[in-house]
């Protein structure tokens, strides 16, 4: 653990850090451009140029490793006249379009300009050099090569993280420019994490541009639903909107990257089909009610089945895509409150879903299986349900998030479960099942709930409700909680804490671990 | 003095292996496998006070001994024939005239690092001395001084040779091992100093055509009698690359600290067209110049070029009389490497064309009087605060020629255009346009 000088303040560092990271941890940042700590250092910036003192020249912070003894500083004359010096390199060539550039607001050359430098150009306008605009370069993005500062984290990006190399230096000097291979444009599933990585507005999304301005949107931390990884993300949103995904650094599942089609998985979730209100099934079309007549109808229905042929006759079919805390209250009222065994999960991905690779992409679309399997709720389980409905045992069935018409296909499904008496459907959607259902109830949607997802790994993250689920729609926790009352009379804490609270203490596999405690890179299940 | 490295002038044939044998050659590979430990050949290089004739003088013996002695990893040499420096043309005629030398210093100093595989890197101008080199190297090989086993001593080294695509930037030892990687010339960032990790990873030993031509006379005359020639800390024979406008320009080998006024009146003939001396850049186009009066005193080695205020280089003398417009030679040096710089850096990429675009502005009478403190304000700020020097190559001669000639610069403002051109904006005719023949090689 050396010690050094950052400063005038001294501080004990890990072995082997850089001096960005050093600094960091000092709460001192030193600017920089091409550094990225998930890419290689190249070094080419100069916007981290430091004082080091007994080092002749100034030193780049990302290559200089801690020292003990070492004295840095970042606020020196020096510093200072370095930084404003890249700085005003930086811009001479840059065409300085800001307002109808897409990146501003989360531009570092915006950004350290208003820190370091604020100072007007000695270098006339006429002078700068032209490149490419508004260059499509294939997948979903888009490059201005006036705007690049050529940092090389794009091309790094494709070489080290990808593998793929897609994106090249050509030219020379300030003629330099970033482009692909001729004739093969970027064909990529992880190439949006370039737009992410790009410090300017040099490499922007197709989807993104144009539609927002950066300051309006809030951002708050979650977790991927696209797949069975789990990426850890922040929503980017405004007035109920998703207007992006951006992976959020997590050491333990996605690390600074997430793929393109978890980042616009966010789209189906605004649909037109979303559901606002609950529906029943009045003759031969859908009716909306209030929450309370649905619950009251849903339980007449529960209580009279019960009554009839026995709790059993009443089952529930949980899809992965449900959260820890949504299939712990569901497994606990069906289990304890109906008195009912017959539970299955549901994990089915679209035939023409993008297999596992060796990066992020997971071939299983379910966001959590495992937490499901830790559960005790088996995909495994249907065969004996639909079983069980075909020996009249089983007449009612609850089904949340789980879309066992589009999984089965509609003859199967009718096969399997067409002689049901009542199906109760919990979704965000109208989908192929729910319109099949007696009752159809709107729930939230990821970026609307609290919660959590137990990705292939074991690893239990949250997830944080950004904004209000649309119409009368509710977290499916809270419908669950809200139905236990109406069957039982006992109030429930309709809160995903709460419901975390009791799984925890109740559920060996979850033993131990709190909401709270979970931290924005998650827990390991305990088995 | 006798000729050491340009001894083709005397022996024509010397480029062919029998008779480069016929004149001693090979005996120093001779004597350095068999009669030498590897320390005890880097410990003569180190005691000749060698240093490196790429431009930067480092110590040969030094950087060998950088080399990891149980290195797990294969170790590299390489051989850096990238000649690109502007007025600098010395390794062309070696390679061209006497290759053989050139190998047996490769060989040597694989055998003083342990490498087995070395690399000659031409720059992608010279097919024709890859061609003889390659010639050479066959030779060579049929004769057992190249390949396995070499003269039955056991140790094996074989020579790849490899063109660049022609960038200035490939002779950057860094910018070298890339491109031989097959990547862009980006210089690297050290450390990693390429004694750790250089070509491929491993260690590597980047050394000048000329520096290893030397190697073979040292090994064979001993470090003492190289420490004679010249100055105890900058010894040795040297090439000169005289160009410009002297009566006798052309390459010549003189002895460390021969004085600049005698290789430019006496070796050179003097001054072209009977005019008077300007300037002089000493070591090709990437330091400050020296005006007249200070050539008056200057020694060429490297250590009294550097106590004058200016690098020797390469030993590229460019010698410009006085009707020499210095804006406009500032001007083509300018051109020169914003067009050769890599664009890796921020400050050498965007500064390099800017002080170009300045200065085009200035020679065509079209600046103003306060571009000369942005020109100065931007050169240092590139100095020093890149990966490599290329930066610093064009912020020396900035700060030189409007620090020494600044009333020229003036003139040219004061005038809006340039005093040495006719109103059409002409440069008078080259009156020296046809050289007289020199005895130069």
Redesign the interface.
Known sequence: MPKLTIDGKEIEVADGLNLIQAADQAGIEIPHYCYHPGLS???????C?VEVEKAP??Q?AC?TRVAEGMVVHTRSARTR??QK??L???L??HPIDCPVCDQAGECKLQDYYMDYDQQPS??SLG?K?KKGKAIDIGSDVMLDQERC??CARCTRFFDEITHTSEL??F??????VIDHWPGKPINNKYAVNVVDICPVGALTEKDFRFRMRVWYLHRTPSVCAGCERGCSIDIHHHRGRVYRYKPRHNPDVNGYWMCDEGRHSFVALQSESRLTTPLFQSGDRMAAEGWQPALERAAARIMEIGRTSGANAIGAVIGAQATNEEAYALKRLVKTTIGSDRIAGLCWSPPDASGDDNLLIRANKNPNLRGLEALGISPQNLDQLSASVAAGQLKMLIVLRADLVRALGEQEFLKRFGALDYMLVLDTDANETGQMANQLWPIAAFPEIDGSFTNFKGRVQRLQSAFAPPGQALSAVEVIARLGRQLDGNERVGSAEAVFAEMAAEEPAFKGLSFGGLGPHGRDLVA | MERILTRWLDIPDIRRLDVYEANGGYQALRKALFDMKPEEIINEVKNSNLRGRGGAAFPTGTKWSFIPKDSKKPVYLCCNADESEPGTFANRYQLEFDPHQVLEGILIACRAVNAHVAYMYFRGEFTHQKRTVEGAIAEARAKGYIGKNIMGSGFDVEIYTHRGAGAYICGEETGLLESLEGKRAYPRNRPPFPAIQGAFGCPTVVNNVETLSNVPWIIKKGADWYRSIGPEKSPGPKLFCLSGHVNKPGLYELPMGFPLKDLIYDVGGGISDGRKLKAVIPGGASFPPFTAEEAEKVMMDFDSVRAAGSLMGTAGVMVMHDDTCMVDVLRTIAHFFHHESCGQCTPCREGCGWIEKLMIDMEAGRGKVSDLDVMLNVASNMEGNTICVLADSLAMPTRGFITKFRSEFEDHVRLGRCPFRDRDGRLAPPAHAAYQEGDHA
């Open positions: 250092i190249v070094g080419n910036c100069r916007m140029l020249k100034l780049i290559n006249t370095a010096a890249v005003e390199f930086l001479i060539n000695r270098f002078k050099n500062i050529l090249a230096i030219g020379r000097g300030d003629h330099n």
